[in-house]
């Protein structure tokens, strides 16, 4: 779903955009299911112009095995490709860690991870997931030395206050929203948001080719053609590159 059918005037995407959230790897969740459809993912990426991309299988046991093995197998495959046939893109590799009582203690025995070497954790929580449980894993995250990044805001069916979104900024997590959140019930919401500077990052959630549309590409020429260029290099390049950097 295109945000805009007819832009004002086009817009010069950077190659240089970072995807912070995406289930491309191999045969680890419900992302890509084999090696086949993962460098597919990959270069559908790197036409939208990402350049920084990072890995973020589910953690979150109720659902999905974690598989340690099978993660570091395809992070190596897709390491392999992208050297060979797009040596200017960089991956990393974290987890989008579903909040659970014994999160902390996953993180602390690594049986799951932050982004890339950061301490930055891409922190989910279930749709229906009370405001007062969401600020009590945002301190516990922090207490425990982590950044927690709030994924897909715009999915929580408690989190619709203004003033709740900005208590958590101010306890010191980071807010992240996928791409389609700007044509989502909360579009409203979402764009005051952006137009107050209170996003931290857009991302793709990339999961296949019929999940994470519009792509990063249409949504960074829709926020700067509504926001400004400013606002979109933020979102898409500096902000995601220096949560890849917080260490």
């Known amino acids: 779903m295109l945000l805009r059918k007819k832009p004002k005037a086009p817009v010069e995407v950077p190659a240089g955009l970072v995807d912070l959230h995406c289930h491309i ?17 990959i270069r559908l990426e790197y036409s939208c112009g990402v350049r920084y991309l990072c890995f973020t299988p589910h953690f979150n046991p ?9 993660i570091a197998e395809s992070f190596a495959k897709a390491r392999a490709y992208v050297s060979e046939n797009l040596p200017d893109m ?34 989910e929580f279930h749709p229906t997931t009370s405001y007062d449980d969401m600020r009590m894993y945002v301190v516990k995250l922090l207490s425990a030395g982590k950044v927690p990044l709030v994924a897909h805001i715009e999915r929580y069916d408690k989190l619709i206050d203004i003033d709740d979104i900005y208590e958590l900024k101010s306890l010191g997590a980071k807010l992240q929203i996928n791409t389609e959140a700007f044509s989502s019930p909360k579009r409203k919401l979402i764009s005051k948001l ?38 979109a290099y933020a979102l898409f390049i500096h902000r995601p590159m220096n949560i890849l950097n917080m260490v």
Do not use: W
Request: aromatic letters at 6%; charged letters at 35%; glycine letters at 8%.
């Open 25 to 41: 790897l191999a045969g680890v969740d419900d992302g890509a299911h084999d090696d086949e459809q993962m460098v597919d993912l």
């Open 194 to 231: 952006v137009e107050q500077g209170a996003i931290d990052v857009v991302a793709d959630d990339r999961h296949s080719r019929e999940r994470g549309e519009p792509n990063l590409r249409e949504c960074f020429s829709y926020v700067s053609e509504k926001f400004g260029d400013k606002a």
């Open 62 to 70: 109720a659902l999905f095995t974690p598989k340690p093995d099978k």
């Open 90 to 123: 960089k991956l990393f590799l974290g987890n989008e860690v579903f909040m659970r009582p014994d999160t902390i203690e996953r993180l602390r025995d690594k049986s799951c991870k932050p982004l890339g070497d950061s301490r930055v954790v891409l922190t």
